[in-house]
C-alpha cells in the first residue's frame, strides 16, 4: 500500500486534478490521497490557504468578506464544474465555507487554524467527490475520523503518538481515503494545524500510522535537486538520499519536503519518493534510511539560509572557567530561545541563533544579561550572517572533501567567518557574509558536481 | 627596570651561572632577578626540583634519606665553591636542606610544596651570595617580604591582586633584588607553589607588580619557533607574537613561556623578551600586545597536542530542544569538569575535554547521567584525538588559510575529525588522529614556512 500526497499546486485547477486522477489510477496500491489545499494556478495567483487567511482576519476585523468568499468559492466551484460534480455535493462545500463566521471559537487563534485548516478539509471532499465520479472507489476520511490527535497548539500542532494505533485500524482498505492534510483536532475536538506546508506532515504521519510501503510526495518539480535551480543551470537531480542528508539540508534552506515531516518517515523506517505530478513517469527522489555511497560524487546537495545571526563573545582564560557554558545556555533558556551552534576559541565563544527568534529588544536584553553573568572582555551581535551547508553521506570517512570547498570558495575570495566540522560526519557547515552566499552556492556546485 | 628571570638550565651549574652574572652585570636596568630552582646540567641528570620531590616522598614513608640529602646538598655546594662562596654562608643553606623534614606541616600536601619551594629559596639565597661575592650590590628577597600572598592551594596557588600593591613599594631599588621563583606564602604563612615551571609565573607577578619596562625571560633556546624544533630542522624563530598569539599556541602545547604567566604580562602590559642565556646577544622572541602584520607570513605557529579526548552524542532533533545543552553542561559541572569545545550539527554534538580531568570511571558516570538526562540515540568517548592549531594576528580577514591549510592536510592524506574555525580570528582549530599529528604539523609548516 502506498500513502501518497498532492501539493496546491497539483490541485489547483481541473486540468491539474486530472493528472491527479490519472495518477491515482495508475497504480491501485495507491489507497491513501492526502491533499493540500488548491494552489496557484499561475505566477500572481493567490492560494486559497492565503484566500482563507484574508478571510479570517476581516472576519476577525468585522470587515466585508463578500469578495474574498466569492473567490474561495469559485476556486472550488471550478474544479467541480470541470468534472461535472453535482450541485448537491458542491452546496455543502461553499455553505462551509460561508458558515466558517458563524461557529464558536475559543479565541481568534482558533480562529484562524479552523479557516486555514478548511482550504485542505474541503478540497479532500471535493477531490473524494471527484473521484467518486470518474468511478473509483473512494471517500473523504476526516482527520478526526482517522484518529488523529494532536497537541493543542492552533498554528504548530504536534502528533500525540496514541494516533498511530488508531489509524493503523485503517491499514487494510479497499477504499481510496482521501485525507486532508495539514491539521487534525486536539483532545477538545479544535481543529489546529501544522506549520505551514504541514500536508507533507500529515502525510508521513498517515504512512506511518498504515505501515505503508512507500509514501509518494507529488509536487511540481522532477526531483530535488542538488543545489537551487534559480541560482544553477539544469542542476544536477539527486536520485536518492538519506533522511539525515535531507534533514541537513532542510536546515539550510530546502524546502522541497517539510522538515518536520521527516519524523514520521524516519520513526516508521516508510521510503519517500517526491515526485512531479506534471510528469509522473520521471523517478523523482527517493528520500530512505541507508543509501549506498557514490564515489564520485561525494556531496548530494549544497545550500545556504541566511536566517541566522551571531552573539560573538571574548573573555581572557574564557575555557579554564568551570560553568561559563552553562551560565550563558540557562540565560538563554530562561528566554526560550534554542541555539544553532556554539564554536569556541581559547578565549572567544560565537553563538549561532535562528534570527527569526530575536528582537532588537531581546538580543539587548541577552547582551546586557550575559554581561552580567560573566563579564565578557566584548560582546557583540553580527546580522550578516549565512549557513551555507555542503551535505553528503559519501563524505563520510573522506579525505579532501574540506580541502576543495575552502578552495572553491577562497577562489572566488568568499571570506569564511565560521568553519563547523565534526559533529556530523556527513557535512560541513562555513559561516559567509549574506553577500557571498548565492556565489558561495554556485562556486561549490562547480567544484562538486562538474 | 628590567624583570629578568632565569630557567632551571641556566643555574644548573657554576659554568652556566658564570652565564647569568655576565648578563646582570651587562645592563644595570636588571633589578629583579627571579631564579628558578637548579637544572639538568647533562641529559640524563636529575632537577633539584625532582631530588626534591623524592625527597619530600621519602620523608612522608619514614625512608631513608640519606642519599638524596647528600644530592642536593652536592648541587649547591659546586655552585657555591665555583664562586668561592664563604663556607659560613653556604651552612645555613645545606642546614635548611636538612632541617625540611623536622619543620610542622599542615599536612602532606603542605609538606610537598615546601620541600619543592626550597629548590628554589635556596638557590635565590645562593645565587644572591654570589652576586654580593661578585662585587654586585645585590640582596635576597623573600616571596613573604616582597608582598606576595597567594590563594591557599599547596600545589596550584594563584596570585591575590592585593600583592600587586605590596610589590609596588619595591618598584624604586638602587639593589638588585634576587627573588626565588615558582612558590609564595598563603595568609596564614604556609608555603604555597603555582603549577608546576611556575618561575615564569613569579617574573611576570613581579614585572606588573613593579611596572617594569620589560620581562626578560631567559631559557636555553635563541627564541620561540614557529614549530616544535624535534619535528622540523632549523624551524623559523618567531622574532615578535602577540600575547593572543602565545596563549593560543601554549593551548596546544607550546611551553617555552608558562601560559598562565601571560595573565600578569596582559593585565600590567609588560612585554615579554625570551632569551637564551647561552646566546645572550640572540634577540629572541618579543611577546606584547600588538604587532604589525606580516603579509609574507600569515601563520604564526603551529602546534599540536595529544591531551584531548572526544564525546560524541546524537540525538534526532537535537537543535530543536531548548535546554538540552544547558543540561549537558550541567553535568559537567556537577563534577567540575570544563569543556574546550563543543561542535554541533544538526542532530549531533562533540564535547571536547582536557583529557586529564577525566577517569574511564568519570566517562562511564558521565556517559550514565548524560543518557538519563536527554536520550541520546547514540554516544560514546574517542581518546585517539589529537588538537592541531594554526594560530597568527596576521590570518584575520585573509582570504584563503582554510584552503591552503586544508589541501596541505588532504595531500598527506590526513583525516579532519573536526574543523573549527570562527569564534578567534586568529586561530583555526583542526581535530585529528593523533598518530597524524606529527605529519600535520610537519605539512603545515611547509605549506605556510617554505
Known amino acids: 500500500m502506498k500513502v501518497i500526497k498532492f501539493g496546491g499546486s497539483s490541485l489547483a485547477s481541473s486540468t491539474q486534478l486530472q493528472k491527479v486522477l490519472s495518477i491515482v489510477e495508475a497504480d491501485d496500491q495507491r489507497k491513501y490521497v492526502i491533499v493540500s489545499a488548491p494552489g496557484k494556478r499561475f505566477d500572481g495567483d493567490t492560494k486559497v490557504t492565503d484566500l482563507l487567511i484574508q478571510y479570517a482576519r476581516q472576519t476577525i476585523h468585522h470587515q466585508d468578506t463578500t469578495a474574498v468568499v466569492q473567490a474561495i468559492i469559485e476556486r472550488y466551484a471550478e474544479i467541480g464544474h470541470g468534472f461535472n460534480v453535482a450541485e448537491d455535493q458542491l452546496t455543502p462545500i461553499f455553505e462551509t465555507i460561508r458558515n466558517l463566521p458563524n461557529q464558536t471559537y475559543a479565541d481568534n487563534t482558533y480562529l484562524m487554524a479552523t479557516f486555514k485548516a478548511h482550504g485542505e478539509r474541503l478540497n479532500a471532499q471535493l477531490v473524494a467527490a471527484v473521484f ?29 503518538a496514541s494516533s498511530y494505533d488508531q489509524l493503523a485500524r485503517w491499514a487494510d482498505t479497499d477504499q481510496i481515503l482521501v485525507i486532508p492534510g495539514f491539521f487534525a483536532y486536539n483532545r477538545n475536538g479544535q481543529i489546529c494545524t501544522f506549520s505551514r506546508g504541514g500536508s507533507d506532515i500529515t502525510g508521513a504521519i498517515v504512512a506511518r500510522g498504515v505501515h505503508a510501503d512507500l509514501y509518494e510526495n507529488f509536487t511540481d518539480v522532477d526531483a530535488i535537486y542538488a543545489v537551487n535551480p534559480s541560482l544553477v543551470e539544469q542542476p544536477a537531480a539527486i536520485s536518492e538520499m538519506t533522511f539525515r542528508e535531507m534533514r541537513e539540508l532542510s536546515y539550510a534552506g530546502f524546502s522541497v519536503f517539510h522538515d518536520e515531516a521527516l519524523i514520521p518517515a524516519i520513526q516508521g523506517d516508510i521510503t519517500v519518493n517526491v515526485k512531479n ?36 563573545l571574548r573573555k581572557y582564560l574564557l575555557n579554564k572557567e568551570v560553568g561559563l557554558g552553562r551560565k550563558i545556555l540557562t540565560i538563554l533558556e530562561t528566554h526560550h530561545i534554542s541555539y544553532e551552534h556554539m564554536p569556541s576559541g581559547i578565549d572567544d565563544l560565537t553563538i549561532i541563533f535562528d534570527e527569526h527568534q530575536l528582537t532588537p529588544e531581546l538580543e ?12 565578557p572582555d566584548e560582546i557583540y551581535f553580527t546580522h550578516d550572517y549565512s549557513i551555507l551547508m555542503l551535505v553528503g553521506e559519501s563524505m563520510r570517512n573522506r579525505v579532501g572533501i574540506m580541502s576543495r570547498a575552502a578552495t572553491a570558495l577562497a577562489d572566488h575570495n568568499i571570506k569564511l567567518i565560521m568553519v563547523n566540522q565534526g559533529a556530523s560526519e556527513i557535512s560541513i557547515m562555513f559561516g559567509i557574509h549574506d553577500r557571498d552566499a548565492d556565489q558561495a552556492v554556485v562556486a561549490l556546485y562547480d567544484e562538486f558536481f562538474k
Open 132 to 160: 467518486q465520479q470518474s468511478g473509483l472507489n473512494a471517500r473523504y476520511l476526516d482527520p478526526k475520523d482517522a484518529g488523529m490527535v494532536v497537541t493543542d497548539v492552533p498554528d504548530d500542532a504536534q502528533i500525540i
Open 277 to 312: 505530478t506534471n510528469h509522473p513517469e520521471a523517478p523523482g527522489t527517493l528520500i530512505k534510511s541507508t543509501r549506498e555511497p557514490n564515489p564520485h560524487y561525494p556531496v548530494t546537495g549544497i545550500a545556504s539560509s541566511s536566517s541566522f545571526c551571531s552573539l560573538y
Open 364 to 375: 539587548k536584553t541577552l547582551v546586557a544579561e550575559i554581561s552580567a553573568a560573566i563579564h
